[in-house]
């Protein structure tokens, strides 16, 4: 099959939510209901011996949250779909970013009796930045919940967004009797059901069928008015408005009863696109193009905790990638040929032959590929737009054993390399730094560091607030600039020298003493793009 064939079966997406509103379930079951699992994991009673099959970490399995984004490849359709599924928790939001810029649409999933929460506004926003299409879905209608109406006049509010409702909730809670299609005219029955496909649902053909009517009565009276009502007021789904990410097709359903889920997936591979352009500093570059170019997105350490693993996720962004093929590492130069490759069903691997553009690809490897590296056959090519946030919260650690020091080293190290969390080595002084967006990300590192690295971590709270990373054309000054404030400066993961301060005062009066010394809130990779303060607000 051509490139070209290969790369229009391709759907590559990530499921975005806040805590709690079923992301990891409806993942669950989109695997379910594409065939690559047969039993859901039991994503709520962390006792059985189940588990989601995203939720992979000890850790997650111990505290039933997803602290990693995980890749999950499967067939459906005809269609090759990669799906991402995020955290939820802020705290490990900068792990989401980045794996919202290795997708060509995002599935949010919207709690019924919550409505947009706090995080899936921050990540919806992330979405419109980059102008990537979002499709909707409204869980846990077996419950009692919000009216629908109300949740669209809020998704629409909120979001600044017009909603295209393509099925519709007849019922909710006890009274949940079965959501409507609207692009298909027939109505799907619901039965609840937890852990596997039935054969066969039961469906009614036809808006007007009298025999809906008689069997729910009321409740579908109610419910066809409201479908009368959103459809006059709701514009007509537009393929081109929906992928600029202008609008967003909207479904109803119970993930955890695996109703509603199919017209998800359907609706995945019907309005999702094929893998699109990327930008490079250099060009663009167009998913059809004969010649491999990827990015590292995303490392993740101790997948296999028996072999102490480091694996580089790569998004492919064009050609076709091949095993043992001659690979070029753009930030060093270097070429090497990769000869274990593998494809993911969360920690699930399989040997990969060869992959096209929107796959999801992971080369095991030690240290050699950081986040931000391009891949590609031979041309020096940097995609750009991988984010990495100036740390709010700040801890000291050091090693409970001293003879331990060597595995907390190696720990931070490569807990550091996957962005985990961010580590800070001061210009002054020995203990190392470690820098988080949310508290949690301490406690899971803890943990990391003692089951998967074999050390005990003290980690006590640092005196600063606020990091930014400094730059400077002329790089005299800049060393002056570190000299100066050798107490207060430390060098990232990279190497990138980094301004801490214990206020926010402290960061404008540096900047007023030294004007030709330019302070970042954010840079995009190890090939160092920066964006100062102004950009990122």
């Not at 893998?275 to 490392?299: C, Y």
């Not at 470690?434 to 005990?456: D, M, N, S, T, W």
Request: glycine letters at 6%; aromatic letters at 8%; hydrophobic letters at 40%.
């Amino acid at each position: 099959m051509s490139i070209d064939k290969e790369v229009s079966r391709r759907r590559t997406f990530a499921i975005i939510s806040h805590p709690d509103a079923g992301k990891t379930t409806l993942t669950e079951k989109l695997l379910l209901f594409a065939g690559a699992i047969h039993i859901a994991g039991s994503v709520k009673s962390r006792k059985a011996s189940r588990y989601a099959t995203s939720d992979w970490m000890e850790i997650e399995k111990q505290r039933g949250i997803s602290v990693a984004s995980s890749v999950m490849q499967m067939e459906y359709a005809d269609c090759v779909i990669n799906l991402l599924d995020t955290p939820g928790h802020r705290d490990f939001s900068e792990d989401t970013y980045r794996v919202l810029t290795a997708v060509d649409a995002a599935l949010m999933v919207i709690d019924a009796a919550n409505g947009i929460e706090p995080q899936t506004l921050r990540l919806l926003q992330v979405c419109r930045a980059q102008n990537t299409p979002v499709i909707t879905f409204i869980n846990k209608m077996d419950r009692e919940v919000r009216e629908p109406t109300d949740l669209v006049d809020e998704i629409e509010r909120t979001l600044g967004m017009p909603v295209v409702p393509c099925t519709w909730p007849v019922g909710m809670g006890k009274q949940f009797k079965g959501v409507f299609d609207l692009r298909a005219n027939r109505m799907r029955v619901f039965t609840a059901g937890e852990d596997r496909v039935r054969e066969e649902d039961e469906i009614i053909e036809g808006i007007d069928n009298p025999e809906i009517a008689a069997r729910f009565g009321d409740t579908f009276t109610h419910a066809r008015a409201e479908m009368e009502l959103v459809q006059g007021v709701s514009p007509e789904y537009d393929r081109e408005t929906f992928l600029a990410g202008k609008q967003t097709p909207l479904f109803f359903g119970s993930a955890i009863n695996n109703f509603g889920v199919r017209e998800v997936l359907d609706a995945v591979v019907d309005f999702a696109s094929p893998p699109r352009p990327h930008k490079a500093q250099q060009r663009e570059v167009k998913p059809e193009e004969p010649k491999f170019s990827g990015v590292v997105f995303k490392i993740q350490a101790n997948m296999d905790p028996g072999h102490r693993d480091r694996v580089a996720f790569i998004r492919i962004c064009s050609g076709r990638f091949e095993r043992t093929m001659r690979l070029k590492n753009c930030r060093t130069g270097k070429f090497f040929r990769p000869s274990s490759v593998v494809s993911f069903l969360s920690q699930r691997r399989e040997q990969v032959e060869d992959a096209y553009a929107g796959d999801i690809i992971g080369i095991p490897n030690h240290g050699v590929l950081q986040l931000g590296d391009t891949l590609t056959e031979g041309e020096d090519l940097q995609f750009t737009g991988l984010p990495f946030f100036a740390p709010e919260l700040f801890q000291t650690v050091e090693v409970a054993d001293p003879l331990r020091t060597k595995q907390l080293k190696t720990g931070l190290a490569q807990l550091g390399e996957e962005g985990a969390i961010q580590v800070f080595k001061p210009v002054a002084g020995s203990l190392l730094l470690l820098g988080a967006v949310g508290q949690l990300q301490f406690e899971v590192v803890a943990h990391r560091l003692k089951h998967e690295y074999g050390c005990e971590a003290r980690m006590s709270p640092a005196r600063y607030v606020a990091a930014r990373w400094v730059t400077c054309e002329d790089e005299r000054e800049l060393q002056r600039f570190i000299d100066a404030n050798a107490h207060r400066v430390a060098h990232d993961a990279v190497g990138a020298p980094t301004f801490l301060a214990a206020n926010a005062i402290e960061i404008d009066v540096a900047q007023e003493q030294w004007p030709k010394i330019k302070f970042h809130a954010l840079r995009e990779h190890a090939g160092l793009i920066f964006h100062s303060n102004a950009a990122v607000g």
